[in-house]
């Protein structure tokens, strides 16, 4: 078990008239060392909440985050972590960019040099090295911040919708990569999304989340292998499994039009539902 939420919740005190906001209700999750686990449910229910309480950068109301036997209560150098925007600063090249943790938490940038190649490379990037990221697409851009944590060998990613502004050719080359890079290297990884196929596709387990305030409604388990191409979405077991997501998410408004299903007779009110 590398990590382990007991009991989280958290309430944002507020001065305005909205007063204290209820995010997360007492939640737990275990999570095993190696595991894709996705996150999905409708806006405001909680995910950047919770990721950010995990990642140390946010304490919890009530409840611990145990990673790996130790409380975390603080941001781990292995412990990366990736956003919508791939944050890099527009006058470094991807190089510096990728360098740029290295020079907040102080440490050796000269050690890093060779590992900072080999990342470039492993994402595709080892000829934009000297590049800006003005001159790289989305996609590319979003390959600097993620070789930018895979620098540091993180044992946990925690991914906050980082490929939800992409096109979804781009991304579901980036969702490839992702389980290419992770998946040997038995990086555990926590991945936020709005796109129930993408949740499927990636992950081992989906975890569904309901709002106000925020709590899981349900874990669907993903049986599908690592070896995972695209096609399998064609699948119909994939297919099922979008339809127990949906159901777990009831009305939920969740931006997923990709996966509508092509069978009239299963939408809408026919919506199969869970328990
Ligand atoms: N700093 C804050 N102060 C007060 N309320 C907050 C703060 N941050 C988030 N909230 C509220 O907490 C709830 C959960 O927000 P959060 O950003 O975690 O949701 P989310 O599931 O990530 O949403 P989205 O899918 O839109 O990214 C929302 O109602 C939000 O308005
Ligand atoms: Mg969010």
């Excluded at 140390?56 to 150098?77: C, H, K, N, Y």
Aim: with cysteine.
């Amino acid at each position: 078990m590398i990590l382990q939420l007991r009991g989280i919740s958290k309430t944002y005190r507020t001065k305005t008239e909205q007063g204290d906001v209820n995010a997360l209700t007492p939640l737990d999750l275990d999570i095993e060392e190696g595991e894709l686990v996705s996150f999905v449910g409708p806006s405001g229910c909680g995910k950047s909440t919770l990721l950010n309480i995990v990642a140390g950068l946010l304490p919890a109301t009530t409840g611990e985050v145990i990673f790996d036997g130790d409380l975390m209560t603080e941001p781990s150098r292995r412990v990366g972590f990736m956003f919508q925007k791939p944050v890099l600063l527009p006058w470094r090249t991807v190089r510096k960019n990728v360098l740029l943790p290295s020079e907040v938490f102080g440490s050796e940038s000269t050690e890093l040099g060779d590992k900072v190649d080999e990342v470039l490379d492993v994402v595709g990037l080892a000829d934009f090295a000297n590049a800006l990221p003005q001159h790289l697409s989305g996609g590319m851009q979003q390959r600097v911040a993620l070789a930018r944590v895979l620098v540091y060998e993180p044992r946990m990613l925690l991914m906050d919708e980082p490929f939800g502004a992409l096109d979804e050719f781009t991304r579901e080359a980036m969702n490839l990569e992702l389980l290419r890079l992770t998946g040997p290297a038995g990086i555990t990884v926590l991945f936020v999304t709005h796109s129930i196929s993408e949740a499927i596709f990636l992950a081992d387990r989906v975890v569904v989340m309901s709002s106000r305030p925020g709590r899981i409604s349900g874990v669907v388990d993903v049986p599908f292998g690592s070896d995972r191409q695209i096609s399998i979405m064609h699948d119909p077991a994939f297919t099922d499994l979008v339809f127990e997501v949906r159901g777990l998410l009831g009305d939920s408004a969740v931006e997923d039009s990709e996966t509508v299903s092509p069978d009239p007779g299963l939408s809408g009110g026919e919506r199969q539902t869970n328990g």
